[in-house]
């Protein structure tokens, strides 16, 4: 429960004018990252993270917050105003957004959108504020037995459920802790696997891992399909037009059932370890169809097919910090990225944290609240703007991107190894996009493999390295059982994710046709 | 369908390269001198880089196994002239960073941002130079207001 002290002092906290000030930037740049086609959320989270070092705790939170709710909500304007989602997360969006931009009803659609995202968002940040504390109490009585167990089945979820094929899923994450084990032993001291490399004894720092597999692979992979020619103005001219009639009231309230799908939906993805909002909005946007009587219109421009899809998307936001605020285990790579601003900042995620820093963590709440009303003004503000800057040519962006990246790792330490990391990971990154192996999976075991390895050592000092006594408790023993049925069920589920994509991929182009 | 597609598809080769290294860290977790030493809670150094890799070669000799039915699309819309503009991107970014040690961060960037705007196809040249000098000026300014110190800029 929240502690009227702690939420005093993390008030303090927040009335730090500087915190406001970097949400406000935060959100800005997150909007102009999501609108990007090309730049994920987590490439633009991954760009910032740098910058949290040298800003006060409550400040890089903000920036770091500001960011992720700004890019998730960013990522539908492109996708509403080109069919070309910013974002991953935003790609159901498109399927309704683009019908009403081609009506002329932009600008309903994109209200739609950020009253939809903004609604799940606050509602699902509130429930994380008052579950999240809860959870931590229960995450204590975890000794590492129950812990490992507890992140063996993380690394199951994550592996299996990011991907369409569960062992490839597996093999990125199998690889993430192959980097994750690089540098000094926990316990010993002694270097491991660095080759003879100085400079890998102290392991591969996030940082440089993060800008690598998600900025620079991703325009590498830009590089490779680049193509000379396409006219932008034409194309802008004819959407400028298009921005125009605004959503109403009766209309909001029609669309009020999609969004408590979408919240109960995107709450579940969000905490489950693995599937994020991509899946969130893609399960969201069919079971609203099923349930809605109007569901023969989703596809077509139906504005109860972008609130499903956005609410479930951005639904995902709060409760995916659940498991890394209450277990310490990163369940997404947005999380994933928090968490690596919170160690920056001293602060390692863990059940302990409520306790240690009881009024940072609730001040990270805060924000995360706070942001959701910088990001209703501000979109609102700018989003017409926005929907042009979804149109920034390849040839301004790449050269940028590459910038953008490279000064931010530099100078994050001043460590020359960090950016010949980053460039090497970078085209790990890129190895891995066009063989089709899922990126997420690798960044989150690479976050876990030291959690992993110091809580399984500690298992079998307690136990003096009997397995059974380790992991005999009847919580680990569900959770182990739980990770063998979610690697069993996951095939079955792939190819399922495999039928619903397929099917709402298909559903354009047959309204299309008609 | 083809013997090189059936044997040699995208999946085996690249489950073939990473079972190889992972074989190749087993072996030095295995027999390299780090590996042997005891830790206080009695297991050797090399007890988790080797649980690791066995884990990782498991799972590439799966992959091998049972490679994916489909062509990875990306991979098979890619070419020499791709590859080769992805390559001298790379190269850009190496020498922007070498310069960005030497002579600091806004005489680094306007010219590798103009250079890159241009091989990319921004024309006239001058906008390459406008985008080059505004897109500069705005970092600067990004990270001025984040409080980011830039190399070479005091």
Known sequence: ?514 | MKIGQLYLSPDRVSGIVIACFALLLLIISSTAEWAFQETRDGLSVGFFPRITNIVTIILAVLVIIFPAESYPEKLAKLTPRGLLRAAIGLLFAVIFFILLQRIGFIYAAIPCLVIGKYLLGVRPWFYALLYGVVATGAVYALFYVLGFPLPGVY
């Not at chain 1, 079971?287 to 995902?316: D, M, V, Y």
């Not at chain 1, 950016?419 to 690798?442: A, D, R, T």
Request: hydrophobic share 50%.
């Open chain 1, 1 to 514: 429960m929240l502690d009227p002290q702690v939420f005093g002092e993390a008030l303090q906290i927040l009335a730090d004018p500087s915190v406001w000030y970097q949400v406000v930037i935060g959100v800005l740049i997150g909007i102009t990252v999501g609108a990007i086609p090309g730049l994920s959320t987590s490439a633009g989270m991954a760009l910032a993270l740098p910058a949290t070092l040298m800003l006060p705790t409550g400040a890089a939170f903000g920036l770091i917050i500001g960011v992720y709710k700004g890019s998730t909500f960013g990522g539908s304007i492109s996708a509403i105003t080109f069919a070309t989602p910013g974002t991953a997360g935003a790609a159901m969006t498109s399927l309704d957004g683009y019908p009403l931009m081609r009506q002329g009803k932009g600008k309903k659609a994109l209200q739609t959108a950020l009253y939809s995202s903004v609604s799940a968002d606050v509602i699902t940040d509130v429930a994380t504020m008052l579950v999240a504390p809860m959870i931590a109490v229960i995450a204590l009585s975890f000794g590492p037995g129950e812990r490992t167990a507890l992140i063996i089945l993380a690394f199951m979820l994550i592996g299996t459920l990011a991907h369409e094929s569960p062992v490839k899923g597996m093999l990125a994450a199998a690889l993430g802790m192959v980097l994750g084990i690089i540098g000094i032993d926990p316990v010993a001291q002694a270097s491991r696997l660095t080759f003879g490399f100085y400079w890998l004894r102290d392991g591969i720092d996030i940082i440089p891992l993060m800008i690598g597999m998600f900025a620079i692979s991703t325009m590498l992979l830009q590089l490779t399909e680049y193509t000379f020619n396409g006219n932008i103005k034409e194309k802008a001219s004819d959407l400028a037009a298009k921005v125009s009639e605004g959503l109403k009231l009766h209309e909001f309230r029609k669309v009020i059932k999609s969004i408590g799908i979408g919240i109960g939906i995107g709450s579940v993805c969000g905490v489950l370890p693995g599937l994020g909002s991509t899946a969130a909005s893609m399960i969201g946007y069919t079971i609203a169809k099923r349930l809605s009587p109007n569901g023969h219109e989703f596809g077509k421009g139906s504005l109860e097919g972008i609130a499903a899809a956005e609410s479930s998307n951005n639904a995902t936001v709060g409760p995916t910090l659940i498991p890394l605020l209450a277990f310490g285990v990163p369940g997404s790579t947005p999380a994933a990225l928090i968490g690596g601003a919170l160690m920056l900042k001293g602060l390692t995620p863990s059940p302990m944290l409520f306790e240690t820093h009881a009024s940072m963590v609730t001040a990270l709440l805060l924000i995360l609240l706070l942001a959701n009303f910088v990001n209703l003004i501000l979109s609102s503000i700018v989003f017409p703007i926005y929907a042009r800057v979804g149109q920034l040519p390849q040839r301004i962006l790449i050269p940028l991107v590459f910038l953008l990246a490279t000064v931010g790792t530099y100078a994050y330490r001043s460590n020359p190894y960090d950016v010949l990391i980053m460039f090497l990971i970078g085209i790990i990154g890129f190895l891995m996009k066009i063989y089709e192996f899922p990126i997420p999976p690798l960044v989150l075991a690479f976050i876990l493999t030291p959690l992993v390895e110091s809580s399984l050592r500690r298992a079998l000092v307690i136990s003096r390295g009997n397995l059974v006594e380790a992991f005999g408790s009847p919580l680990s023993l569900v959770m182990l059982t739980a990770a063998v049925i979610v690697f069993v069920l996951s095939f079955r589920f792939s190819k399922k994710m495999k039928e619903v994509s397929g099917e709402v991929s298909r559903e354009p182009e047959q309204a299309e046709e008609k």
